[in-house]
């Protein structure tokens, strides 16, 4: 059982970035996923959740601007980040309802 996290890189602010979170071993479409992020000395929390059902819940500091969704064909979860801004530099984290955390994917955002 995996999550593999991708989609990092360096963003500019206005910008946009998609992360992607890919599972292997198991079937998605029973869980929910949740996207973390933890930014430098900063402690982890979560910016958006989808269900199994694809009901959705996002944290106050992205509404708005990012869009969590799911492709469970492709057992892939995305989280679409528009209108990025210096704040949202963070180690990004993929997790499921089973306790299984991807490895992250580094997210920087900067002119």
């Known amino acids: 059982v995996q999550l593999q996290a991708s989609g990092g890189g360096l963003g500019q602010p206005g910008g946009s970035l998609r992360l992607s979170c890919t599972a292997s071993g198991f079937t998605l479409d029973y869980y929910g996923i949740a996207w973390f992020r933890q930014a430098p000395g900063k402690e982890r929390e979560v910016v958006a959740r989808?269900?199994?059902?694809?009901?959705?819940d996002y944290s106050d500091s992205v509404k708005g601007r990012f869009t969590i969704s799911r492709d469970n064909g492709k057992r892939t979860v995305y989280l679409q980040m528009d209108n990025l801004s210096p704040e949202d530099t963070a180690v990004y984290y993929c997790?499921?309802?089973?306790?299984?955390w991807g490895q992250g994917t580094q997210v920087t955002v900067s002119s």
């Open positions: 989808i269900t199994s059902t694809r009901s959705t």
């Open positions: 997790h499921d309802d089973a306790d299984y």
